[in-house]
């Protein structure tokens, strides 16, 4: 089992401690057996330390590793921070007023890392090789590698099984992630930027199923899907890219389909309050969208709702139908390039991809109708937001030229995407990708 | 008012009289009210007639214009009917059971016309120019035309809001329709094949609102939403092929989107048993369907109904965006050309369309998610038939390739597509287009 | 067929004709075939006419049977009707403005019913027995008998299968409704109050199916239930008000359950731009419910779509589970009693239904979502209305006190009711059943 | 933080060894960082071991503390352990086939706690005061009590915000959870029942909001009502059992409604491959189901979904309407006093609930369409299971009995109840409440 971040934020040891001026710390308090994280930046003056606690004024005192401070938020309530500071780490404890019951207080501990301070030179890529795997989008795992805006990663990932490319079970069925990544910087309220740059098959088949999801068939077929589900192996022509039906007969003997490689999961760790989420399961942090979209070439954005963001990624499809209806698409291992940036203080209320030629939200709801409610409203919000038309006009564009499609019915929830030709549009205020 | 076809079958009486042999009667019969259409199929050898009635056997006999003949369904029921029969016209009465009560007979009065003999000679190409429209999708409104699989129809629609190419209100408001076309042959349990020879449109302007539909918006924004549904102008550029926003400032000043003319509504009289349906409406018979690709050079297949399919259309658009999200797409005249053929026997479950590239069901719904039930089962369907797949080929094939998108949004029903690359098929066991 | 209102008007002549002072008018004009009815109130001072066209000034001249008015909207259109009145009738045409182009105006028919003085007394009882049925919620069928507010009428429906307290078939199956009864002073914008005073079993069977409706189960059970739906005769106990399948063995040898006799069907006509609706279907005029609280002792507010509101009733059921899950519930023929009500000037966005106890809102829509918005939604309406809440305090009731139930599953258009106890409210500002 | 269960299985030590004969192990397995809890029943018979292993036969061999056995399923794949054993305590490590690669095998560590013997006599009542909370329904979490079938307990929740009796906030807000009880002889494929005995307030006020949740009103208050959502705290009479809004004036200034205390949180462990759920989500392990009639007096039946079955409780509610449509309900502490029974061997598709009168079944899911075919889903199963119905009985039965209410919109999933008046149904062929 991978060691929960409270056990082993080891990771930060190997950074060396900012020898003054300003640190960035990751806080994790524990609120009644529950993670709660925050970013802390803190200014060292002499024995004095000002600063800010994810938009709280702090300010506080250093005698040697012990150190005290208090942060204040807009309805002054204060909270008192008392601990112990060495080689990147602090541990302590935080007193709380309950805001239920003015008599009353509460303690809870916390420990933090410290973040080490930006390389310098250009962005760095850097090649990174799993060795465990995460069943869920969680806050609480201890991050496998931090990147800073800008950087790349070469990594590879696991199918939805668990299998390798070598045909070794590494992990848990379910869509196993690798990560997280944390992003240096990323706040709540940012949006993480992840460009796909490249998606590579490595082994030579693919996992499926000749199912249909309950969701996607009416009554009168209803019995007869109810016989289906046995396991489809498919065969895939890395050279040519081609995929096809390891023991095809009749009507399919000769079916070949071109594959489209793209990955089923992206996302980031669910925000406060959260417990860890089922890597099948999808949010607004993004999560198992299986959206045929997230393909090489093309922008993922994502609502940050952690400190670093946090991101995973894995369950790579060498192709998928719309709505992954056979539950399976081709699940397959592959190898995998991003890169990362963020945008700032700029939230979104949905999952963006932008592709060279088309932008596209995604809504994600338990049923398609609530789905695609969530997916127009997202639309429009960037229209608005990014091409800075009203809502009338962002209306009247989409009344000639918004597309949707079904990407996701296999899951929990449903997925909805609205697209938009970006040929159509207006120059943008904002720049694309960042 | 369009007379109704009980007073008005005048239309049978060009057509000279079968002097012998076979002839075939479109009869309708008054069942308290709601009015019953039947295919009579009657020999005549001296006073002997013989025949079919919908599938029923018939036997009788004529005497100068008294005619009496009897039908015997499949359970032993018999109808006796007594009738005069001159130049083409039927009245008389209908004798039948009372299946509820044994004891009991009911009468009911019927009126028949009957069909001319098929021209001979190739296909023929008719010129139409509508003098009325229906506001209805009706069984009981006499056809405009009589035309037989193979011909062709050049005709012209006017706008939804009922004005014509020169600006002019023709009708009333909500869709009116050209027709309906009696295509002679066809009966209930076959489907009508309909190919969009042209769509062009023959005006300057287009009308649409500034709205979206409350079922595309998110609660966040509903309230917004709810003060927009401003009319809005489009100016049309027939030689560029581009529309554009009258008056048009801001983001959207040089806002321009190319047109993709299209039939909003096309649709065949409902069964028996229901009245007539509002043309802002859809069903099995089509109707005010709104899917961008009923477009030039595509085909639709529609389940005939009726005898005769009594096919009418209407309604179109010089450029719609998925789910006519602002209740009126660019909504203009247009010239069209069409033409019809039969599939006879074989009845489908949802409307079926077919581009050069891809076939396409539609399945309609209350819900997103209903109609997505449809349009996949219509899609499994179309593969099974016409393709020669079993369930779990089919089932194989819709997870690597299948394609849904969401043209209508903006009815009572909403719509669903589901869409297959042809390229990707087994060769066709039926005869497209046919 | 029962004759259109175009061509039967004659019920209107047995009323003697005002000799002076103001007169009520039904005006129905032709729209290219859509009938459009209006409440013409003239006012005669020798050879001057004024008055009102739905809310628009009117004024005029008679000469002999010759008269002429016009009528003038608030956006200063003028429409010049031109005609000829004697014993009650009037027939003619109006001459209108196009409102696309001002160059153009467009002739269209009409015929006129004058609507009888208002009987002196106190409200009366009127025994109606009917003769025909309609098989649509129809605004263009002449009204069978013409009541005034207060009164009441005794009449008995058939089955939805269109079979009488005899077992004599009477009309076409799918629920065949008495009426319209036209209400003497209902105009759009009003509500109609329709108190059920009695519903009384008149035969010893009902039918029913074994079925369950394909909405109501999952994927689990859809093999084995597509092979249900055979039919099932239930035996009535009139005396102890109790039924049982006629043939039931194993564990329903013994089952018996209490009748709840209720109006499955209870609608008034659809308003202008409608065409005639299935009596299968529903909609803001109320149509096949099928509420099993529309029930003796309640009363049922309904929002008028046309002048005289033109009120039908049928398809009793004996008793039906909530959902009418089989699809029929238990069909029967009824006699029953009921009186009529109008709210001059109060709209409802929702049927709404009143116990003894609870205040109950209807919603109805393609899905339970969608029809559980509407359900609530005229709740808050409500409760706002009537009981002078604000939204807050409606809400904190909602929360604390509503009941939702599910009466309809079985149609097109789904049901949910809102209920609210009537005990828990504070005193209602309006007068209940008026 | 609770201590997660792999490092606390301290509360087995207190258990005395089992000096021979059968004793039951929990085996939590380490899958990839995924437990995996399964139920090892081991007879000892001098160094030879023997017993079953979640139904897989094992045998093996005891020498000292060193204990070596392995389990075969019925594909036969065999697994080898090697662990120690002392004082009820056992360690070890498990040699897995890997399925997907039959020269793959995988190691992965378990840990075991011993379930100590029954205690005999009579059902026990335990009296549990909790010290922390849990704000996830998680398998992972050591349980607070052991109790056997017929036990009761005697606790007390806090209320949703985390606040208990005293005003004092013990837990984080999100509906914490009293919990897990272990109860022994539980496995996955069991049902258990849970007798709710006693919910009593125990605190003089509850906490609410004035709002509407997104998914129950209409565009057209949509706007308004997102300007709702402030505190309203209603005040409690214990003696009378009414509540009321604090600051209540107008229309409301006199609104008291009687309280029906009930537990909005009852849920069982999710089962294998589940990560921890939030306690503000549902499925079929119960969890928020917001249900009115889990009130005192009732019996709830849950499927078992892990050994032990886990059972948490909390987020109680003083009094709420169906839908819980202000997102809070009057929520409160409470006192609650509960008893377990088992029924081996016997699963259930969702959860279900009998009244004196009633039995219930709870449908949950993304959208109330399919929440409503599980709950009918879920009854046809009772209707068979426990009443000998054939699928057309338990249809005609349905069809005039069945109700539908829906306690909950609040979440992320809405609940249907269907239920059925238990004096209409047969004798039950098995024993209610077991």
């Known amino acids: 089992m991978k060691p929960s971040w409270a056990c082993a934020a080891a990771i930060a040891l190997v950074y060396t401690t900012g020898a003054h001026g300003s640190d960035t710390w990751i806080l994790r308090t524990d609120l009644w057996g529950n993670p709660a994280f925050s970013t802390l930046k803190l200014d060292q003056t002499g024995a004095a330390l000002s600063g800010m606690l994810d938009g709280d004024k702090v300010e506080g005192q250093a005698k040697g590793p012990d150190v005290t401070f208090t942060s204040v938020d807009t309805a002054g309530n204060a909270v008192h921070f008392r601990g112990k500071m060495a080689a990147g780490r602090m541990t302590g404890e935080g007193d709380y007023p309950d805001t239920n019951n003015r008599q009353a207080r509460a303690s809870h501990r916390f420990t933090a890392w410290r973040l ?48 390798d490319e070598k045909g070794v079970t590494r992990a848990l069925f379910g869509n196993p992630q690798v990560g997280p990544f944390f992003v240096a910087g990323a706040e709540p ?29 009416g009554t009168s ?11 489809v192996r498919w065969t895939l022509d890395r050279v040519r890219g081609l ?14 389909v071109p594959v489209r490689p793209m990955l089923g999961g992206l996302g980031v760790a669910p925000g406060f309050g959260s417990p860890a989420i089922s890597t099948g399961d999808t949010g607004a942090f993004g999560g198992n969208m299986d959206f045929p979209d997230i393909a090489a070439g093309n922008i993922v954005y994502l609502r940050v709702q952690q400190p670093g963001a946090l991101l995973y990624l894995g369950d790579a499809h060498a192709l998928q139908g719309d709505g992954e209806t ?23 209320s949905t999952p963006r991809v932008e592709s060279p030629t088309e932008i596209m939200t995604l809504g994600q709801a338990g049923s398609l109708d609530e789905a695609l409610r969530a997916a127009t409203t997202g639309m ?20 000639v030229a918004v597309k949707y499609d079904i990407p996701n019915l296999a899951g929990r929830s449903v997925g909805v995407a ?17």
Chains 1, 2, 3, 4 share one sequence.
């Open 221 to 231: 077929l209803a019995g007869r899907v109810a016989d289906l589900g046995k396991p």
């Open 243 to 256: 995929a096809r039906p390891e023991h095809a007969d009749g009507a399919l003997k000769d079916f070949t």
């Open 418 to 434: 609205a697209r938009m030709d970006k040929a159509l549009l207006p120059p943008r205020i904002t720049r694309p990708g960042l």
């Open 326 to 348: 056979s539950q399976y698409a081709l699940e397959t291992s592959m190898n995998v390039e991003f890169s990362v940036d963020l945008i700032k203080g700029k939230a979104i």
């Open 380 to 399: 429009l919000g960037w229209l608005m937001q990014d091409y800075g038309m009203t809502l009338s006009q962002a209306a009247q564009v989409l009344g």
């Open 189 to 217: 309220g940012d949006t993480l930027v992840i460009h796909v740059r490249k998606l590579a098959l490595n082994r030579d088949y693919a996992d499926s199923l000749d199912m249909i999801v309950g969701r996607a068939v």
């Open 116 to 163: 080490p301070d930006r390389p310098t030179g250009p962005p760095r890529i850097h090649d990174f090789v799993p060795t465990d795997y995460s069943n869920s989008w969680n806050a609480d795992r201890a991050p496998v590698l931090t990147v800073w805006p800008g950087d790349s990663v070469r990594t590879r990932t696991i199918d939805s099984g668990g299998v």
